[in-house]
């Protein structure tokens, strides 16, 4: 019922480890275990049925914006997806498009703005309802506005499951139960938001040059 921020720089494995635990490839030692059991002990098709991943890049199909919502639960009534799509604040730009939920979408999602895309992915990710959710800088390419609509429908989300999320803002992880800092493949710090500030480890390093950077930026 945790939800875990995942961070650290580029290349130290955040995207790794929650490939490990979709088993999009294997441990080479050790062990992950859910509930106590190895995932290896557990059929692809049941250990993916309970996991649900929103990514930077939203990975959407050639079909209707139903149909891509729908895909998250196949057979899913019409008050199912709509549901859902309220839920991750994505149903007042489906309706005022001019075939509302019959829109066309084109591959990857051609045709929507990549806000919209995200909260299509959320709105997925929400009606499949899984026990483990895995967002991936879900709000890394989007306006601040967008990301305000898409963090309130994923504040929803995290509720009553355990999640693990990867952020480029770290801001965005301020209300993570722990953060789990990564450096080349090995966890350094574990600890709250504001108990990693005020330990002033690698966590903090990370926040100074972040906020340095946006000094510059500004």
């Known amino acids: 019922g945790e939800m875990i921020g995942l961070v650290g720089k580029s290349g130290v494995g955040k995207t790794t480890t929650i490939n490990l635990i979709a088993r999009f490839y294997d441990i080479d030692d050790g062990s ?3 509930d106590g059991v190895d995932i290896r002990q ?16 939203p990975v959407l199909f050639s079909g209707t914006v139903a149909d891509n919502i729908g895909y998250g639960k196949p057979g899913a009534s019409f008050e199912e997806i709509l549901n859902a799509s309220k839920l991750a604040n994505a149903h007042n730009f489906i309706v005022a498009k001019p075939d ?4 066309q979408v084109g591959e990857q999602g051609n045709g929507l703005s990549g806000g919209e895309k995200q909260r299509v992915a959320i709105a997925r990710a929400m009606l499949h309802n899984p026990k483990i959710l895995i967002l991936d800088e879900a709000t890394s390419s989007v306006d601040v506005e ?11 989300m995290v509720e009553g499951r355990t ?4 952020a480029h803002r770290l801001s965005t992880l301020r209300n993570a139960d ?4 990564l450096d080349d493949g090995r966890i350094v710090e ?6 990693l500030l005020e330990r002033g480890g690698a966590f903090h390093d990370l926040v100074k040059m972040q906020q340095e950077a946006a000094e510059i930026i500004a």
């Open 190 to 195: 574990v600890g709250t938001h504001a108990e």
């Open 100 to 103: 509302g939920y019959e829109t």
């Open 146 to 156: 967008t990301e305000k609509q898409i963090q309130d429908a994923l504040g929803l």
């Open 163 to 166: 999640t693990f999320a990867i």
């Open 42 to 57: 557990i059929s692809l098709r049941d250990l993916r049925q309970q996991i649900g991943i929103v990514l930077q890049e």
């Open 178 to 181: 722990r953060l789990v800092v």
């Open 32 to 34: 992950i275990c859910i």
